[in-house]
Each structure stands twice: as C-alpha cells, then as structure tokens.
C-alpha cells in the first residue's frame, strides 16, 4: 500500500519553530490532515485539507504543500505541543486501504 | 460537544471474539459516517473501517476483511465492531472516530475520536 515518510523524531526548544514533514508520491492529487497524539490520548485533528485549522487550535498551528511533500508547522512552541504528529490521506478508486496515515513523528520539547 | 466512549476490549485468546462498542452524543448520529481505527502498542495508526449514516455500504482493510463485522444501531446512537478469529497481530487499542461531514456518506478523514478501547490477543 502506499507510504507517507515523516521524520521519527523533532526536537524544539520553547518558543523556537517545528517543522514537522509528510512526504510519498500518494501525496499528489490528495488532501492531507494532520492528527496531534499527546502521550496515552487520542489523536486530535489540528489541521485538515493542507491549511485549514479546525476550531479550537491554536493558530500557532499551520499546514502547507508541495506536490509530493507537505509540511505541518507549529510556530512558537508550547510544552503541551509535545506529542505524535500523524499525517494522513484518503484514497479514492476503491483503494484499500481507503486511508492512509505517515510513520508519524516524535516531537520533544526540549 | 461530541462525545464518543468505546467499551469492550480485553484480554481474548487467539481464535476467540469480541465485540466492541461506541457510544455517540453530541451530534446527529444518523448523519455521519463513523470510523474504527486502531493502533498496536508503540505503532502509528491504522484505519480498520467504515460504515455510513443509514449502513448503506461498508470498508474494511484487507488485514480484517471476512474476520471483522461494523455495524450500527441509529435508535440508540451506538456503533459496534464485532471481531472474529483474532490474531495476535489484532492487539491494539481500537478507537471509534466520526466522518467529518454531515451527508452520511465517507469524506476523507476523522474529526473526532473516542478514548479508545484496548484489545489484547495472547494465550
């Protein structure tokens, strides 16, 4: 099945700017939605659609894309920023699976 | 304030079943999609499936297909996975999600997720 590659693992001082990266050939012709998962909770969408920020999350919280690598960016990090970062697509055509999510990525503030 | 709460995980030996449960509020139940989506411990998410506002029509990953059987129950705003013929693989915390848009039928993603029920498979 399709891959999306992140990075394991971004370290951050508080306050500095983390980039977090999505990258795969399924990217192109997709929406891409991010996914925060602090440590024992469940995933929350921060971003859906590359750049949209669902009510409720901090604009610190931004998206943007290139045809087969996106970005989510957190600008000014807080601790409570600290988590799992997942990026996700869905596939259409009667792909199976009919969603896929990146490797994910470790943020740790330092 | 959307709420969703599964229960029915636990400890089932290899070949056994289990049924799993979530528990809607919040929002008009009949007009979303929902979701199941699980996560083995230490591992990334992985979607499992889908079924419609009316279960029209229902997804399931290859890994789960003809072992795994979503469905749901309007009247009482609750959703259901049952899971046959578990493998130790099949150990994970399975979390309920709802679709995003309001039309029934599966969008593209997840926009909000139980607490997640844990399922553990081993003799």
């Known amino acids: 099945s399709p891959e999306l590659t992140q990075p394991p693992s971004v370290s951050v001082a508080p306050g500095q700017t983390a980039k977090i990266t999505c990258s795969g050939d399924?990217?192109?012709?997709?929406?891409v939605y991010w996914f925060q998962q602090r440590s024992g909770q469940a995933p929350v969408l921060v971003i859906y659609?590359?750049?949209e920020r669902p009510s409720g999350v901090p604009d610190r919280f931004s998206g943007s894309s290139s045809r087969t690598t996106v970005t989510l960016t957190i600008t000014g990090v807080q601790a409570e920023d600290e988590g799992d970062y997942y990026c996700?697509?869905?596939?259409?055509?009667?792909?199976?699976?009919?969603?896929?999510f990146g490797s994910g990525t470790k943020v740790t503030v330092l | 304030e959307v709420q969703l709460l599964e229960s029915g995980g636990g400890l089932v030996q290899p070949g056994g079943s289990l049924r799993l449960s979530c528990a809607a509020s919040?929002?008009?139940?009949?007009?979303?999609?929902m979701k199941w989506v699980r996560q083995a411990p230490g591992k990334g998410l992985e979607w499992v499936s889908d079924?419609?506002?009316?279960?029209?029509?229902?997804f399931y990953a290859d890994s789960v297909k003809g072992r795994f059987t979503i469905s749901r129950d309007n009247s009482q705003n609750m959703m259901f996975l049952q899971l046959q013929s578990l493998r130790a693989e099949d150990t994970a915390i399975y979390y309920c999600?709802?679709?995003?848009?309001?039309?029934?039928?599966?969008?593209?993603?997840?926009?909000?997720w139980g607490q997640g029920t844990l399922v553990t498979v081993s003799s």
């Open positions: 999600a709802k679709d995003p848009e309001g039309h029934g039928y599966t969008s593209e993603s997840f926009d909000s």
């Open positions: 919040g929002f008009n139940f009949a007009s979303y999609a």
């Open positions: 079924i419609t506002g009316e279960s029209e029509t229902t």
């Open positions: 399924a990217l192109a012709g997709h929406y």
């Open positions: 659609k590359h750049t």
């Open positions: 996700q697509i869905a596939l259409s055509g009667g792909s199976n699976p009919r969603y896929v």
